[in-house]
């Protein structure tokens, strides 16, 4: 099909769309489309930092939460820390003499008798802290007899003494030691002893020995 154009030339140039205005309608349309999406887009964008930041706030609650109830147990750990020192403190600085008496009196042997107690603990007033000595917080001593004149005897009641925890205290990281009769001493000296005829025993020959215990310091040192 053939189409005409009867309008004159002159008219026919007004006629036709300019391309300069073409080109800048086509433009400005291109320009309002990528504004239009570029809003759309940054629209969705906040949006989801908004539900990111809604949910890093509970987010931060619940760490909040967390944190505070760490607080509390950090709190009770501390408390019950102090009080377990304080137990320490007072089971470390006192001696129940009336159970070690009973404990001395269950490790005695039958042939070893004691005739004499004699004890002092010092006051606090009294320590010297000397870096050359052990410090000590008073002493026990005995005063005993052996029966017989068997040297072993006297030896083997003075290991008994000392032996009693000896071994498993020096694996011991707690202050508070084992309940038995030497875990409250630092040193027991060799004994001191020499023959002696008591008349009227089967065995007339017996071992008198006295040895001294020292007992451990009940006062911390200060720094």
């Given at each position: 099909m053939i189409r005409i154009n009867l309008l004159p030339k002159e008219l026919q140039h007004a006629a036709q769309t300019p391309a300069k205005l073409f080109i800048t309608v086509l433009a400005c349309v291109a320009l309002g489309l990528v504004l239009v999406c570029t809003y759309i887009y940054f629209w969705f964008s906040v949006i989801v930092f908004q539900e990111r930041v809604e949910r890093k706030k509970d987010?931060?609650?619940?760490?909040?939460k967390a944190a505070a109830e760490v607080d509390a147990l950090l709190d009770d750990i501390a408390e019950y820390k102090e009080r377990e020192k304080a137990i320490i403190s007072i089971k470390t600085n006192r001696v129940l003499w009336s159970k070690k008496l009973d404990e001395l009196t269950r490790i005695t042997p039958s042939y070893v008798w004691i005739v004499r107690?004699?004890?002092?603990?010092l006051d606090p007033s009294e320590y010297k802290w000397d870096q050359k000595q052990t410090q000590t917080g008073g002493f026990l001593r005995l005063k005993c007899y052996s029966l017989g004149n068997d040297v072993d005897r006297m030896t083997a009641y003075r290991k008994t003494l000392k032996s009693a925890d000896e071994f498993y205290l020096k694996f011991m990281q707690?202050?508070?030691?084992?309940?038995?009769?030497?875990?409250?001493?630092?040193?027991?000296?060799?004994?001191?002893w020499r023959l002696v005829l008591l008349k009227g025993f089967r065995e007339p020959t017996n071992i008198r020995f006295s040895v001294r215990l020292d007992l451990r310091p009940l006062v911390e040192r200060k720094a």
């Open positions: 987010e931060v609650e619940q760490l909040q107690l004699d004890m002092r603990e707690e202050q508070v030691k084992p309940e038995n009769f030497y875990s409250d001493f630092v040193n027991i000296t060799q004994p001191e």
